[in-house]
């Protein structure tokens, strides 16, 4: 007679509830139903049987804290499914996993195991799927994990295994995913990975191998994913890499290869992803790659690349997302014609010796984020036109050969709305700062810390990055997008003050405005830039004193205003306390800690007393009273006398803006003159304030 035995068996049931009893966390609810008094097959959580015996043991995300040591693995010979992954094991894999001969689904991944991976496991022969991933395993991989022959998935990444890849892996003919990223494993890749004909993902990415990429990789027809970026690997990249006509992301950045870009590669037309960027690539650009029509990122930077770009990039205008050429020696004229993609979401050239305009064609780029152009020999005036990109977040434009104003009517809006960097350092741009096109700068008002990193669209293999200065040093910053908020015009010739409305872009990390020709004070609306970390004003003319409010910046690592024509006393407390003398070195008219000792009192002459400090004046001056007496005096009869006439005339208004332009004109010379132009200035007061009063007694 057939029949199916529903209660779990005493021994297993018992063995398995012993090695709770190790856990630290003995009150865990999720396995509260593991009690002696129940059954395990019906009641117990994750557990599964067959005909009576542990099957399955699913216990992953469980919050178990404890040890494999007290593992009942030799009272469950008949287990095939085993998930503890997602917990917080400890300890080893002791060799009693040998034990579990009917095994077929092992899973340990991201727990704190460590040690070795013990060589019993090639004992486990129905094995098919190991992942031992995100754990800290020392030690080599077991040759023995080659005699599992029906593996076909291995999964050992994110560990510090070292030594090098075993050539018995090449028996594993039925292997489709083998992923040994992240790791400290050396030597170079095995020919043997060649004989993996089912292998459709090989993640070898970011270990220390070093050699040549073998040429039997070329027999992988069925892979579709190559990662072998970041290590140490030589020599020109293999043609028979071609013969992949799977694939769809290949991905060899940050090695040592040479030679040039293959030009079969334009016969897998799957591609998806082509990164090849941090090598020592030379030669042209490839016209085949315009073959690819499934293309969505081209990652070519930093190599030796050389001549133009080809024309016929437009024709994958719709599908290509990134582009990213920096830093090579790619040279030629944009063409009138010049076409690239609707689709395009990110463009960096950065670092070329590209000449001509800015391609008028990036206007229908509706998609773009990062526009990077900088450091190339670019002749043009500032591209107004790109702030109708509604999703623009990067602009970098510096170190070319732009120049002119920047300029836009206030009645222009809605320019650049997303943009969170704009770099326009090392150019030849004229005239004011741009206040209006500040005004527009809507993403920058804002301290935004749920922004969207759209690094993550590609699946994490490519990452934006953008040079920005900061502190003073040149940074190359990745994940750019969600992390920073820069303005640099530095090393440009603009003129003129420093607009008080810059205080309402809060969401400002990096200001740099030095090396100008800016004139004025400080806007004390700076104080405003509660999340700034990096302010730079110097060589500049600026003058009068340093806002107390910048004092309350209490992110602020870097400050330089120094070679300007400030004075006065430097603020103290808080992050002003950190700086140093540098800081302010070539302002001779500034005094206090670090430049002098204190702030308490003026030096004294022959000829000076000290005098009060007006409360919107920074300067001090030596008067003698009968002069003072005489100045006020004078002021009273004639603002007074003109006063009464303009208001029987009945058009005042002129009057106050001539006495307010007046005022502000002393004010700007007033560093050159001082004891006269205070006079001035108290006499000018005095006769605005007595209009004033006029004006309200008669009308």
């Known amino acids: 007679y057939l029949f199916t035995v529903t209660f779990a068996s005493t021994e297993e049931t018992t063995a398995l509830f012993k090695w709770k009893a190790t856990f630290k966390n003995q009150n865990n609810s999720l396995l509260a139903s593991w009690t002696p008094s129940s059954d395990a097959c019906s009641d117990w959580y994750g557990v599964i049987c067959i005909n009576g015996r542990v099957n399955t043991l699913n216990i992953t995300n469980a919050r178990i804290i404890g040890t494999l040591s007290a593992f009942p693995f030799s009272s ?23 034990y579990l001969t009917n095994l077929v689904y092992l899973d340990l991944h991201t727990n704190h195991i460590s040690g070795s991976i013990p060589p ?101 027809k069925n892979l579709q994913v190559l990662l072998l970026n ?57 016209l085949s790659i315009c073959n690819l029509t499934s293309l969505q990122v081209l990652n070519l930077g930093r190599n030796n690349l050389k001549g133009a770009i080809p024309q016929c990039f437009g024709n994958m205008s719709d599908h290509l997302e990134i582009l990213d050429m920096q830093h090579n020696n790619l040279s030629g004229t944009f063409q009138s014609n010049f076409s690239i993609g609707r689709a395009l979401r990110s463009f960096n050239l950065h670092g070329n010796k590209l000449e001509g305009k800015i391609p008028r064609s990036l ?6 984020e990062v526009l990077d152009l900088g450091a190339n020999l670019l002749n043009d005036t500032f591209p107004m036109w790109l702030g109708t990109l509604p999703e623009l977040q990067v602009l970098s434009l510096r170190s070319n050969k732009l120049h002119g104003p920047i300029r836009t009517s206030r009645f222009m809006k809605n320019l650049f709305p997303k943009l969170r960097i704009i770099d326009l350092a090392s150019n030849a741009f004229t ?20 922004v969207e990193d759209s690094n993550n669209k590609e699946g994490g293999y490519y990452q934006d990055s953008v040079a920005v200065v ?25 003129e003129g003050r420093i607009p008080s409305i810059m205080g309402d872009l809060i969401a400002l990390r990096v200001l740099n405005l030095s090396h100008n020709g800016l004139q004025g004070y400080i806007p004390p ?37 120094s070679h300007n024509h400030l004075q006065g006393c430097i603020p103290t407390g808080r992050q002003f306390a950190t700086f140093e003398n540098n800081s302010y070195e070539g302002n001779d008219g500034l005094h206090g800690v670090p ?79 001082s004891a006269k132009l205070s006079k001035e200035l108290q006499k000018m007061k005095l006769l605005s304030v007595a209009i004033r009063v006029i004006l309200d007694s008669k009308l």
Request: net charge negative; aromatic share 6%.
């Open 363 to 368: 206007v229908n780029c509706q998609r773009l």
């Open 120 to 220: 019993q496991i090639g004992s486990v022969a129905k094995l098919q799927i190991i992942r031992l991933f995100d754990n800290h395993l020392t030690g080599p991989i077991p040759e023995t994990i080659g005699y599992l022959r029906s593996l076909t998935k291995l999964s050992l990444g994110i560990n510090s295994l070292t030594g090098s890849i075993p050539s018995s892996l090449g028996n594993l003919t039925d292997l489709s995913f083998l992923f040994l990223h992240v790791n400290h494993l050396s030597g170079s890749i095995p020919e043997e990975i060649g004989y993996l004909r089912s292998l459709t993902r090989l993640d070898l990415r970011n270990n220390f191998l070093i050699g040549s990429i073998p040429t039997s990789l070329g027999n992988l």
């Open 525 to 561: 609306s700076l104080g405003n830039l509660s999340s700034v970390e990096s302010l730079d004003l110097s060589a500049n003319h600026l003058e009068g004193e340093i806002p107390n409010q910048l004092t309350s910046l209490t992110f602020l690592e870097f400050l330089n205003l």
């Open 76 to 98: 469950l010979p008949f287990l095939e499914y085993l998930n503890i992954s997602r917990n917080s094991l400890f300890g080893t894999i002791p060799p009693e996993i040998g």
């Open 431 to 450: 005239a004011e700062l741009p206040a209006n096109l500040f005004q527009n700068f809507e993403a920058m008002k804002r301290v935004d810390q749920t």
């Open 230 to 286: 970041d290590n140490n690997l030589i020599e020109k990249i293999p043609p028979s890499i071609c013969n992949l006509t799977s694939l769809t992301i290949l991905y060899l950045s940050r090695n040592n290869l040479k030679g040039k870009i293959l030009q079969c590669l334009g016969n897998i037309t799957t591609l998806q992803l082509v990164m090849m960027s941090h090598n020592n690539l030379s030669g042209e650009l490839p």
């Open 470 to 494: 900061k502190k003073g040093l040149e940074l190359e910053v990745d994940s750019i997008l969600s992390l920073y908020v820069t303005i640099d015009l530095s090393n440009n010739r603009f």
């Open 595 to 673: 430049v002098s000792g204190g702030c308490s009192r003026l030096p004294k002459t022959n000829n000076m007393t000290e005098l009060e400090q007006e409360s919107d004046s920074t300067f001090l001056s030596e008067l003698n009273w009968k002069v003072v007496l005489m100045g006020y005096v004078c002021g009273l009869i004639i603002g007074f006398s003109i006063a009464y006439l303009m208001v029987s005339a009945r058009n005042p208004d002129w009057l106050c803006r001539i006495a307010e332009e007046l005022e502000y004109r002393i004010l700007m010379r007033r560093h050159k003159e």
